[in-house]
């Protein structure tokens, strides 16, 4: 069999409309636009771009984009000055601290300093227990996209059998516990997993969030599963460099029913899931009814 592709592109295409759409709804209600903070702490290239895209995207839903930029010399005390700045400003309703930080700063310390209303990250240990404990939390952007493509495709969740590969605090552990929120029986597995291939076999849903290039195979996947790839890993092919999921897609592709490209797939949701989150966040904030459920 030949797995259907799902395409994370046209999908997040899709959802940045909706909330676009819902954006013109609410600034002509209430005469406020939702608005993002992103701060950038230092010259990264690769999160200056995600920085730039994040701004663009806002724009074009119709949100309003505040980004402000820091020296890598800034210490955590002056971060920290800058999102309490943030948390008390009325047109501000989501914050994100682009990371990594600097190596001198602790990121506990600053996620810990965002207002968890204003946490579009998801990251807040608050957002983390009340998610944990499948209450109303502002969940993290990734995930969510991860849980939001696999209920367009399969619809109902209950007491499907879930594997999660990978324990991280941004991927895997809220991945698993939004797979127990929908009544899945869930298996987190990580580098000290034993027999990992034959746990995997077994299931019908596998999201691979690990951070290691195509490990999963088709010896480990059962005909028919769904397969996240949360994986983006840089190899060279020939001399060249290619960008390739935790998946060996084509590999994989070969016996699972649908399976997500690396890229393609699971990274275009995670902004605009980032857009959603901020959407919720105003609704939050103003008391409005019908929030969504993220």
């Not at 480990?220 to 998946?247: H, P, S, T, Y």
Request: glycine fraction near 10%.
């Amino acid at each position: 069999m030949t797995a259907e592709i799902i395409d994370g592109k046209e999908f997040a295409k899709d959802l940045r409309e909706q909330i676009g759409f819902e954006v013109v709804k609410l600034t002509e209600k209430t005469g406020k636009k939702p608005g993002l903070a992103v701060i950038l702490v230092g010259e990264d290239p690769a999160s200056q771009v995600y920085v730039r895209n994040k701004g663009k995207q806002t724009i074009e839903a119709g949100m309003e984009s505040f980004t402000f930029k820091m020296p890598d010399t800034a210490t955590e005390e002056e971060l920290i000055a800058k999102v309490n700045e943030l948390n008390a400003n009325d047109d501000v309703h989501g914050i994100l601290v682009q990371l990594p930080l600097p190596k001198h700063i602790d990121e506990n310390a600053v996620i810990g300093s965002i207002h968890p209303m204003k946490d579009v990250d998801g990251f807040h240990v608050i957002n983390t227990g009340l998610l944990a404990t499948g209450q109303q939390a502002m969940v993290p952007c990734t995930p969510l996209g991860c849980i939001m493509m696999l209920k367009d495709k399969l619809g109902d969740l209950s007491g499907l059998n879930a594997v999660v590969i990978g324990r991280s605090n941004i991927v895997g552990k809220p991945m698993a516990a939004l797979l127990l929120n929908e009544s899945c029986t869930v298996t987190i597995t990580h580098s000290r997993t034993k027999n990992i291939e034959q746990i995997c076999k077994k299931a019908d849903i596998v999201v691979a969030a690990v951070g290691r290039p195509q490990m999963v195979k088709k010896e480990w996947v059962k005909e028919g599963a769904i397969v996240i790839d949360v994986g983006i890993n840089r190899i060279e092919v020939d001399g060249k460099n290619k960008l390739v999921g935790d998946v060996d897609f084509d590999d994989v592709a070969q016996v699972a029913g649908a399976i997500t490209p690396v890229p393609g797939g699971v990274g275009p949701m995670t902004i605009a899931c980032l857009l959603s989150n901020t959407l919720t966040a105003f609704k939050r904030i103003n008391n409005i009814i019908g929030c969504s459920s993220s």
